[in-house]
């Protein structure tokens, strides 16, 4: 089946630390988003890329990094500069179109302990 | 730009009971409109959407929305609600070429 495949589910990571999410779609859809969910907040966009090789920063980009070198993959790494980097993070993916929404992945819940 | 504006953060509501949650979205051109629902630690799943035609559209669960132009809402309802109905529900607008732009999610707490 097709779909959005998030990794891990649940990950830790030690202040200082950089960790990388992992996404992966079989949609074969053009754009995937990283998104940041925050309890009362609603989702934030972080990075998104409507083709290979190209990617823009989103409304809380900093302290964030994403690469798209393959159609299918869209991982996001959260670096040391992120001062608050607990929360949930969701990729999704659409295809061309106006009228097409996203699809999400199931989402990786980051703590730092 | 576009915005949207979820009106309720949280509502409690009986079960078998009706329940209505407000959206109210601001944009200088058309837009397509969505709802989408969460259950606890997983992803968003579209629920219905709102491209052209009818204004009135429905879910295969029961939930309905009504696009309303004047008053710039796309309301969600449903007539009676299950146990299962508990999550929390995310209205989303689009503007032809642009990103979805989500609300801040109303919190649905169905009680026995």
């Known amino acids: 089946d097709g779909g959005i495949t998030q990794s891990p589910k649940y990950l830790f990571r030690k202040e200082g630390q950089n960790v990388t999410l992992s996404c992966e779609q079989n949609l074969n859809h053009d754009a995937m988003y990283w998104y940041r969910q925050d309890p009362g907040q609603g989702l934030r966009l972080i990075y998104y890329?409507?083709?290979?090789?190209?990617?823009q920063k989103g409304d809380i980009a900093e302290g964030y990094s994403v690469s798209r070198e393959k159609k299918e993959s869209f991982p996001l790494t959260v670096t040391s500069a992120q001062k608050n980097p607990t929360a949930f993070y969701l990729c999704?993916?659409?295809?061309?179109?106006?009228?097409?929404?996203?699809?999400f992945g199931s989402g990786t819940r980051l703590t730092v302990v | 730009a576009q915005s949207v504006t979820q009106l309720d953060s949280q509502v409690p509501v009986f079960e078998e009971a009706p329940v209505e949650l407000r959206c109210n979205y601001s944009s200088s051109v058309s837009v397509y409109l969505f709802w989408y629902v969460q259950y606890p630690n997983q992803g968003l799943q579209l629920l219905l959407k709102y491209l052209s035609g009818s204004t009135l559209v429905e879910s295969i669960n029961g939930f309905e929305a009504e696009f309303n132009k004047s008053q710039t809402s796309f309301h969600l309802r449903k007539p009676s609600v299950h146990i299962s109905d508990t999550a929390e529900y995310f209205c989303a607008v689009k503007a032809a070429g642009n990103k979805l732009t989500f609300g801040g999610g109303t919190r649905v707490l169905v009680k026995p």
């Open positions: 999704a993916s659409s295809i061309g179109g106006s009228g097409n929404g996203y699809t």
């Open positions: 890329s409507q083709i290979v090789n190209d990617f």
